[in-house]
């Protein structure tokens, strides 16, 4: 973790580009199609072996996201991820009543991991962006997102709160 921020870091990171003005404008992506929600996969669950049925876009995004959180350890963060079925999400987070994935976080010194939940991998690619220290992001659709509009997104995520 030698080239990663501490969580202090971090904020000041954050706060500092919140407030930076920007001289691109975001561009929305491509928005002309519906995707396709009636083929669904069976989704094992990481802790005990349930099999749950999940629609073929979360199995696209869970790889998208598997592909950031390697990336984010590659910056030298802990982070991991682990899906989870409903069952076993409540023995996380009592009021989570759906599965999904767990995304758990460590920034440079931090003792214990954050926990939350994000099926969505545009939470994943703003955390990415500040860790970068980067102002603008592509998400999933390739819109160009202002790390400024995530910053509650980035808080959620990281522990983060300023």
Same mark, same amino acid.
């Given at each position: 973790?030698?080239? #990663?921020?501490?969580?202090?870091?971090?904020?000041?990171?954050?706060?500092?580009?919140?407030?930076?003005? $920007?001289?691109?404008?975001?561009?929305?992506? #491509?928005?002309?199609?519906?995707?396709?929600?009636?083929?669904?996969?069976? $989704?094992?669950?990481?802790?005990? /072996? %349930?099999?749950?049925?999940?629609?073929?876009?979360?199995?696209?995004?869970?790889?998208?996201?598997?592909?950031? $959180?390697? %990336?984010?350890?590659?910056?030298?963060?802990?982070?991991?991820?682990?899906?989870?079925?409903?069952?076993?999400?409540?023995?996380?987070?009592?009021?989570?009543?759906?599965?999904?994935?767990?995304?758990?976080?460590? #920034?440079?010194?931090?003792?214990?991991?954050?926990?939350? $939940?994000?099926?969505?991998?545009?939470?994943?690619?703003?955390?990415? #962006?500040?860790?970068?220290?980067?102002?603008?992001?592509? /998400?999933?659709?390739?819109?160009?997102?202002?790390?400024?509009?995530?910053?509650?997104?980035?808080?959620?995520?990281?522990?983060?709160?300023?």
């Amino acid at each position: 973790m030698e080239n #990663a921020l501490t969580k202090d870091e971090l904020i000041a990171r954050l706060k500092e580009i919140s407030t930076r003005g $920007v001289l691109i404008a975001p561009l929305e992506g #491509a928005m002309c199609y519906s995707p396709s929600f009636s083929e669904t996969k069976k $989704v094992k669950c990481q802790i005990c /072996g %349930h099999y749950v049925l999940k629609y073929n876009f979360f199995c696209d995004e869970r790889k998208t996201i598997t592909k950031i $959180v390697k %990336h984010i350890n590659q910056l030298g963060y802990d982070a991991k991820t682990e899906f989870r079925c409903e069952k076993c999400m409540q023995k996380v987070f009592n009021n989570k009543t759906d599965s999904g994935i767990i995304f758990y976080f460590k #920034a440079k010194g931090d003792k214990s991991y954050h926990k939350t $939940v994000s099926d969505d991998s545009c939470d994943y690619m703003a955390v990415g #962006a500040l860790l970068e220290d980067e102002e603008i992001f592509l /998400g999933s659709r390739d819109e160009v997102l202002l790390l400024k509009d995530n910053v509650k997104i980035i808080k959620r995520m990281t522990g983060i709160k300023i």
